[in-house]
Structure formats: structure tokens, C-alpha cells
């Protein structure tokens, strides 16, 4: 797996919460999907840099594996293919937005069905930007707060799957994490470290 991030400056909104470098298994390990295209760098890059930093290893998957563009034309090389994913291998998913997300990852039935495995087996479930959707389409968002890119389309998809809606740019309700795009890029990546780590403290 490899990934090269755009060069990119990304600033803080709001203090974050501490992150604890600790010796984190080798089994417990994050997934992040990525559309292949037109992927939100920025929504790439904070969690690959906050995960990192935690000491938790990480795959990238896709509708395909191999090299993913970013909408602001970074490179990710995606090591698997949904379909190669086995979730019982995985602590936790994160799945990254951009316009990509819509085209490539609302409709993918592989990606909500994992979506709704890891939530029914109370691993982290996130998602980002327009990603939000696919945990809508899972059916896992219902009664529980969470936020999204301020899309009209967006938010009516996660009012279909009965999500609590807010304008909050980072929501964590039980082990959802959901965020509202790139500005809340890097809260949203160590929030979701925290909620990884946390057992293990």
C-alpha cells in the first residue's frame, strides 16, 4: 500500500482531542475506501496522517484496486478491491467523500453491505463529506445524529435512511463518526483515531 499526498495545507478549525501513541496490536487495523476518482484529498490524507501517528495500520480499497485520483490531483494506490475485502480483518472503516463518492460509492452495494457488517459487529463506522450517504443506504444512520456535505441530494438521502441531521461539522453518535467535509478533515480523523484506540488505553 502506498500513498502519496497532494501538497496540500489544511488548517484547524477547533482544538481536537489528544492523541496517545501507544503499541496497538498488529491485528487491529483500519479500512478506508476511497472512490477511484475524484476522491476529497484532503479527507485521504488526515486519516492516513492520524492513523500513522497512532500507530494503527491502515489498507485502502476501491471500487478497484490500483492507483485512485483525487479531485485536487493526489494519487492513493488502492491495495483491494471491495470485493477482496474480508471484514474480520478490520477494527474499524472510513470511508473518504468528494464528488467521487456520489458517483462511484453511494450506489455500491459491496461498500453498504460492509458498512452495515462493521456497524453490526460495533466496529467504527465513518464517513465524510458526501460518503455519509452510503451509511444512510446501509440503514444504519436511522435515530442517530450525524452530518454531511451541505448538498441538497446529500441530505435528503440521509433524511431517507433517518438520520438526525445536523450542521455540526464532526458527529459521534455510539461508533458512527460522521463529518461534513474537507474543513473538518482533520477533526474528523482524530476522532476517529480516539474511537479507535480507546480500548485499548
Known sequence: MRYVPPQISIAGSRAKPQIRRRNIPETMKALI?????????????????????AGIAFDIA????GTCTGMLGGKATASLSFDEIDPNNY??????GGAGSQT???????????????HGKDKVVAAICLAPVVLAKA????????????????????KKGRALVTKDLVV????????NGP???????????????????
Open 33 to 53: 475506501a476511497i472512490a477511484p476518482e475524484k476522491y476529497r484529498d484532503e479527507e485521504l490524507a488526515e486519516p492516513v496522517a492520524a492513523l500513522t501517528k
Open 104 to 118: 462511484y460509492l453511494w450506489e455500491d452495494d459491496i461498500l453498504v453491505q460492509l458498512a452495515s457488517y462493521f
Open 183 to 201: 474543513a473538518a478533515a482533520k477533526a474528523f480523523a482524530e476522532a476517529v483515531v480516539k474511537e479507535l484506540s480507546d480500548e485499548f488505553w
Open 62 to 65: 476501491s471500487t478497484r484496486a
Open 172 to 179: 459521534t453518535d455510539g461508533r458512527i463518526i460522521t463529518a
Open 139 to 158: 440503514g444504519i444512520l436511522k435515530g442517530k445524529k450525524a452530518t454531511v456535505y451541505d448538498s441538497p441530494v446529500a441530505v435528503l438521502e440521509m
Open 91 to 96: 477494527k474499524g472503516l472510513i470511508i473518504v
